[in-house]
């Protein structure tokens, strides 16, 4: 013990020595003088000079919106490829009623680090990626209000990734003394808070600094949408994608403080022996009405810039204009207060009073209002418009066409006779995995495929862009529709197998549909595969775009600011005589061929 | 380019800082709740030396060490404050150290908000005393 003591201390000794040695060498404190303003840019010194050093360094210390979000979306790719490949593990193990690969603890780890996965490592930071990167862009700012922030907030992301996967390197090492945590997302206590395993506090602690960073980057939304809009950008032409930013920032502003702060209390409760979620005196209620608290609402933080993705991505392709473009806006808020009105719905089969019961099965009805208007919104959006099939827009619709279904799936849900059968089954799994994979998941797509000229300067490979999607779709669609029908069938999720006895569900036909979902995971595992070979090798050598407008949208006049702003960068660099537009001048004067796909 | 000019000096939209203050918060977070002394004074000392860095870069304060010493002495009254609150006074031991995972908190927290005030007050002097 002694000696464990006396290694941390000469590590963290070496450690803060190396820091305040890097520091010294990369600063000159002496120089810093007060800005006028005390503003927070740098302006005073950073003017004239070049924006950013090279190689490594300049990713380590970026505080340009652009950079931080390129490292957002490495970030989140990598955490994606992460819970996809937990996601395939756990589909092998289902394919045999007796499981297949992994024990039962370990299929437990897998689930929980899953979810969270998923949940805060990829959806949050995968929309702050587009989010830093084009809102400045579309507002016309220069950066986003602070910059250093900014930084701090992606800064505390790989910590917390580290924190929350933890477990799975050191149970090896410390012969399963601290093992991945196992209380599933949800971290309902009591288990959560009697699980001895150190590996919970890890998780803990990764997600509660996961959640610090969301909030920083709300605080930093909500300061650039509402100070930082350029000349000629004012609310009521403020796009579509900025304001459901702006709506979700003001929900994590009040969401993810309280999770933090519940996280902090069971932390204390398995630290320091407080009773704030001990069973006897109602805690484990208090637990699941904290949780749903935020919970609920992060459905929403994570689907509404995706909606705003669609909303603005769409009508490029359809030739027109968002129809009703201002009660996308209005659902779009009332989605965000409704969001806090509907958390008790995930706990209707607890025992709580029906008279609650009955409020939050109304207002949860009540939500499907404001989504159905944006889906009627879309689909009158592409009535009778121009389509043009392209790799974005064919997301776009794969994103309604999934959402029709995860929502519609929802509706059943919020209903509590309905839910109380359906409660803990698979149809609950392949309800919200249609909204997170077939919707946000899509949107995502449609994202980067559509910004990916802007972002680095190429074109992607139109036809792996086209695999990708239908394979993404059918893969999509076979896996969630056999868990909505695994549900039906009363196969309750979180099962590491499932041999049971034939009174309580038909063995053969749940066994059957657990293996349609895996042959479904596998055709999403290749078409994932197939995006991400696209993305790497078209950012490295895919044929270089040869003018601001790759989709040809000027001639509907809906070229967007983000747009415009690439074309200026690419003017300035022109003058500047760099090396690269050299040739994109030397190809240029055919602007129909640049467009990818028309 | 001035070899001599510091990274956020030379370039506009670079500044080492950000990645230290999450570090900070990062290892202040880990020591501190799963109680460990050395991690949990490192942390906070990195944090909070951060802090008085990042303000001092981005202008929002001409000097870090009054930072130093206010985050210092901050940190020094809640760590005793919480021993006050919540330690009975028979614990306060040596031995208690060890014993009450609040106590040994408590002191991670103390020493790491003396060292700052400490750094902060000794640098604070030594450049008025050169100048």
Redesign the interface.
């Given at each position: 013990m002694a000696g464990e003591?006396l290694v941390?201390?000469g590590l963290?000794?070496v450690?803060?020595v190396v820091?305040v040695g890097?520091?010294a060498r990369?600063?000159?404190?002496r120089?810093?003088?007060?800005?006028a303003g005390?503003?927070?840019?740098?302006?005073?010194?950073?003017?004239g000079?070049?924006?950013?050093?090279g190689g490594l360094?300049?990713w380590?210390?970026?505080?340009?919106h652009k950079?931080i979000g390129i490292l957002y979306g490495v970030y989140a790719v990598v955490a994606f490829a992460v819970g996809g490949i937990m996601a395939m593990l756990i589909r092998v193990q289902l394919t045999l009623p007796g499981g297949v690969i992994v024990g039962n603890s370990y299929y437990n780890s897998l689930l929980t680090s899953h979810g969270i996965t998923m949940l805060f490592l990829f959806g949050t930071p995968i929309l702050a990626a587009f989010a830093n990167y084009f809102v400045p862009l579309l507002i016309g700012a220069d950066?986003m209000a602070f910059?250093?922030?900014n930084?701090?907030a992606?800064?505390?992301l790989p910590?917390?990734a580290l924190?929350i996967w933890a477990g799975f390197f050191t149970a090896p090492l410390t012969g399963n003394e601290i093992e991945p945590a196992q209380t599933a997302w949800t971290m309902y206590t009591p288990l959560s808070a009697e699980q001895a395993n150190?590996g919970v506090?890890?998780m803990l602690?990764g997600l509660?600094?996961s959640g610090?960073a969301a909030t920083m980057g709300a605080i930093n939304f909500i300061a650039t949408i509402f100070t930082e809009r350029g000349d000629g950008v004012n609310w009521a032409n403020l796009d579509i994608f900025s304001w459901t930013v702006l709506t979700q920032s003001g929900l994590i502003l009040f969401a993810f403080p309280l999770l933090g702060s519940a996280m902090i209390m069971l932390?204390l409760d398995r630290?320091?022996a407080t009773t704030f979620f001990a069973t006897g005196n109602g805690g484990t209620m208090l637990w699941q009405h904290l949780f749903w608290f935020f919970g609920h609402p992060e459905v929403y933080i994570l689907v509404l810039p995706p909606m705003g993705l669609v909303s603005y991505i769409l009508p490029k392709f359809s030739g027109r204009k968002l129809f009703g473009f201002k009660f996308v806006v209005y659902s779009t808020l009332a989605i965000g207060v409704l969001s806090f009105g509907v958390w008790a719905h995930h706990m209707f089969s607890t025992g709580m009073d029906p008279r609650l019961r009955a409020s939050f099965m109304a207002v949860s009805l009540a939500i499907a209002i404001p989504s159905a208007v944006k889906t009627f919104n879309w689909i009158t959006t592409m009535w009778n418009g121009q389509l043009r099939l392209t790799t974005p827009m064919l997301f776009c619709i794969g994103f309604v066409s999934n959402f029709i279904i995860g929502g519609v799936t929802g509706v059943f849900l919020a209903s509590i006779p309905v839910d109380l059968v359906l409660h803990d089954t698979y149809y609950v799994v392949g309800h919200f995995h249609y909204i997170v994979m077939g919707a946000i998941g899509f949107a995502v797509f449609a994202g980067i495929y559509y910004w990916f000229p802007i972002v680095s300067g190429r074109m992607y490979q139109k036809t792996l862009g086209k695999a990708h999607f239908w394979l993404s779709m059918i893969g999509t669609n076979v896996t969630f529709f056999a868990m909505l029908a695994l549900g039906y069938l009363g196969m309750p999720r979180r099962y590491a197998t499932y041999n049971f006895d034939g009174a309580i569900a038909p063995l053969a036909q749940v066994t059957t549909f657990h293996q349609l979902a895996t042959v479904g995971a596998f055709i999403l595992l290749v078409g994932q595969l197939i995006f991400v070979w696209n993305v790497v090798t078209s950012w490295l050598e895919g044929r270089r775009v040869e003018s601001h407008d790759p989709w040809n949208l000027e001639e509907n006049d809906m070229l967007g600011n983000e747009f415009s702003w690439f074309k200026e960068q690419r003017a300035t660099a022109l003058a500047d005589g760099g090396e690269e537009d050299e040739s994109v001048m030397a190809d240029g004067g055919q602007p129909g061929q640049q467009s990818d796909e028309r | 380019?001035n070899e001599?000019?510091?990274?956020?000096?030379?370039?506009?939209?670079?500044?080492?800082?950000?990645?230290?203050?999450?570090?900070g918060?990062?290892v202040s977070?880990?020591g501190v709740?799963?109680?460990?002394?050395?991690?949990a004074?490192?942390g906070l000392?990195?944090f909070g030396g951060s802090i008085a860095?990042?303000l001092?870069?981005?202008?929002?304060?001409?000097r870090?060490w009054p930072t130093l010493l206010g985050f210092g002495g901050l940190l020094a009254v809640v760590g005793l404050g919480l021993v006050v609150w919540q330690v009975p006074l028979s614990a306060v031991t040596l031995e208690g150290f060890g014993q009450n995972?609040?106590l040994s908190r408590s002191v991670a927290i103390v020493a790491a908000g003396v060292i700052l005030a400490a750094a902060g007050s000794v640098a604070s002097v030594a450049e008025q005393t050169t100048v």
């Open positions: 003591q941390l201390t963290m000794a450690l803060l820091i890097a520091l990369a600063e000159d404190w120089s810093y003088t007060p800005l005390g503003g927070g840019y740098g302006e005073a010194t950073g003017h000079h070049a924006e950013k050093p360094v300049r380590l210390t970026t505080v340009d950079d950066d910059p250093r922030i930084a701090i992606f800064w505390l910590p917390a924190l150190p506090d890890l602690l509660h600094l610090v932390l630290n320091l | 380019m001599e000019q510091g990274l956020s000096d030379q370039y506009g939209r670079a500044s080492p800082w950000p990645l230290f203050v999450a570090l918060l990062v977070e880990v709740f799963l109680g460990l002394f050395t991690v004074v490192f000392v990195l860095g990042i001092t870069e981005s202008g929002y304060a001409s870090p995972g609040l």
